[in-house]
């Protein structure tokens, strides 16, 4: 079969906005690289059945994005990597997903934490991204916003769940609010990547997502009964290829086929 | 090309809609691919096919195996020069079902999509959930267990009169 993305039809972009364009759909690509990575450590041992299945469900919706945006980022390179090149073959410093995707997944509360930070910023960007002049963005951001609807729903509804619950949920759930809420800003501090597009116009502005997102976390917060952390200043790094250690291991078991057995085919 | 196709290419364009209606979803045999909306295009230029496929959610594991599926159905009438082309864009919903599609999704004992309209309603915390008939008893008293299920199109619902766990095709 053909890529499972034939890219439509784009504007022809001069050889500085290509590579600026092919580092930016890495780096999505990565956050859900990485991120569908996480959830599906948890296969097999979710808290109870069902949510095993929704975040294995999650993964897989997000491992899809992933597939369609490298894809894209190997044909916008155009030097014969494929999306398999990219996802296993780079070494961790090359990476440019966010520091939130790749912490750990500790207990359930700081899943749901972490999942309901990105998926905030993630249905609000992808709402917005289908917007873009260049097509192949515009028809992925379509495809994936449906998806992301639901796993907002979900993260959001956990969040309530387990701020307005027992007394042992509240606690888990604080004390991951206040492990995880330093990574959240990186989401939507542009890289100069970043700014570059902005100001092309090829990808939305941050600042446009930032009361939608601020409004939505204060309506979910607000029936959970939590506080919404204010002034914490925001670790930053991964967009540029500062890692934390996390990162190595999680790779590590992420490339360990494909580096032991090169070229493998299944 | 064997002596079973036709020669002209608008006659084969019918005859390949005609053979891909043999191409069922792995995941649910009753379904073929054209009952799920997902063949957008079939166009012939002379020795050439190409058919265009879209995803229904974008880690869809089945894909694969439909575009297999479709070049073993076209090489059993001899048609071996088979492009399959994946366009996201417009993205599939389940508006894209056939009537008939629906029809043998509740036979086979999974819920149809009830109300495929825009996806705004999804983010409505806690809100009512849609009400899905039991497609074993037909009964109006089901719950949602998870919007998650078995695969990605499907959630898991519940009949509280017969009891027995059902999968409901999400609207999408």
């Given at each position: 079969m053909q890529a499972a993305s034939d890219a439509p039809a784009h504007p022809t972009y001069?050889?500085?906005?290509?590579?600026?364009?092919?580092?930016?759909?890495?780096?999505?690509?990565?956050?859900?690289?990485?991120?569908?990575?996480?959830?599906?450590?948890?296969?097999?041992?979710?808290?109870?059945?069902?949510?095993?299945?929704?975040?294995?469900?999650?993964?897989?919706?997000?491992?899809?994005?992933?597939?369609?945006?490298?894809?894209?980022?190997?044909?916008?390179?155009?030097?014969?990597?494929?999306?398999?090149?990219?996802?296993?073959?780079?070494v961790a410093t090359d990476y440019r997903n966010p520091l939130l995707v790749e912490q750990p997944n500790g207990d359930f509360a700081h899943t749901v934490v972490r999942q309901f930070l990105f998926d905030n910023f993630h249905y609000h960007f992808l709402q917005r991204l289908q917007a873009s002049p260049d097509a192949a963005l515009a028809a992925i951001a379509e495809k994936s916003v449906k998806e992301a609807a639901y796993h907002l729903k979900w993260s959001a509804e956990w969040i309530i769940r387990l701020g307005d619950g027992t007394e042992e949920s509240r606690q888990r759930i604080e004390k991951a609010i206040h492990k995880l809420w330093r990574y959240a800003g990186e989401l939507t501090t542009p890289t100069p990547t970043e700014q570059a597009l902005q100001d092309l116009g090829i990808i939305p502005q941050y600042s446009d997502l930032q009361s939608s997102m601020a409004a939505y976390t204060a309506q979910v917060f607000a029936e959970a009964t939590l506080p919404v952390p204010q002034n914490v200043p925001s670790q930053l790094g991964g967009k540029q290829g500062r890692h934390s250690e996390y990162l190595g291991y999680l790779l590590a078991e992420l490339q360990y086929m494909q580096r032991t057995y090169p070229g493998l085919k299944w | 090309m064997t002596n079973k196709l036709i020669a002209n290419d608008q006659q084969l364009t019918t005859t390949i809609w005609q053979l891909l209606e043999n191409v069922s979803d792995p995941e649910v045999p009753v379904l073929s691919i054209l009952d799920l909306g997902i063949v957008r295009d079939v166009r012939v230029a002379g020795e050439e096919v190409h058919i265009t496929i879209t995803p229904t959610y974008s880690g869809?594991?089945?894909?694969?195996?439909?575009?297999?599926?479709?070049?073993?159905?076209?090489?059993?009438?001899?048609?071996?020069?088979?492009?399959?082309?994946?366009?996201?864009?417009?993205?599939?919903?389940?508006?894209?079902?056939?009537?008939?599609?629906?029809?043998?999704?509740?036979?086979?004992?999974?819920?149809?999509?009830?109300?495929?309209?825009?996806?705004?309603?999804?983010?409505?915390?806690?809100?009512?959930?849609?009400?899905?008939?039991?497609?074993?008893?037909?009964?109006?008293?089901?719950?949602?267990?998870?919007?998650?299920?078995?695969?990605?199109?499907?959630?898991?619902?519940?009949?509280?009169?017969?009891?027995?766990?059902?999968?409901?095709?999400?609207?999408?």
């Open positions: 001069s050889p500085e906005v290509r590579h600026l364009l092919f580092d930016y759909v890495v780096q999505l690509a990565d956050t859900s690289l990485v991120l569908g990575h996480r959830l599906s450590e948890w296969c097999g041992h979710g808290p109870v059945l069902e949510q095993d299945l929704a975040m294995a469900n999650i993964a897989l919706d997000l491992l899809g994005e992933t597939r369609s945006l490298y894809q894209y980022a190997a044909e916008l390179e155009g030097q014969g990597r494929t999306e398999d090149d990219l996802a296993f073959l780079r | 869809c594991p089945a894909m694969n195996t439909i575009a297999t599926e479709i070049r073993l159905q076209l090489l059993a009438e001899g048609i071996q020069n088979v492009t399959i082309h994946n366009q996201l864009s417009p993205a599939w919903t389940t508006a894209w079902l056939s009537q008939a599609g629906r029809e043998k999704l509740a036979a086979y004992g999974i819920a149809p999509p009830q109300n495929d309209t825009a996806t705004g309603h999804m983010l409505k915390l806690f809100g009512q959930d849609t009400a899905v008939p039991c497609p074993l008893c037909q009964s109006a008293n089901t719950h949602l267990v998870s919007q998650f299920g078995s695969t990605a199109c499907k959630a898991l619902y519940q009949c509280d009169d017969c009891h027995e766990p059902f999968d409901y095709f999400k609207c999408h």
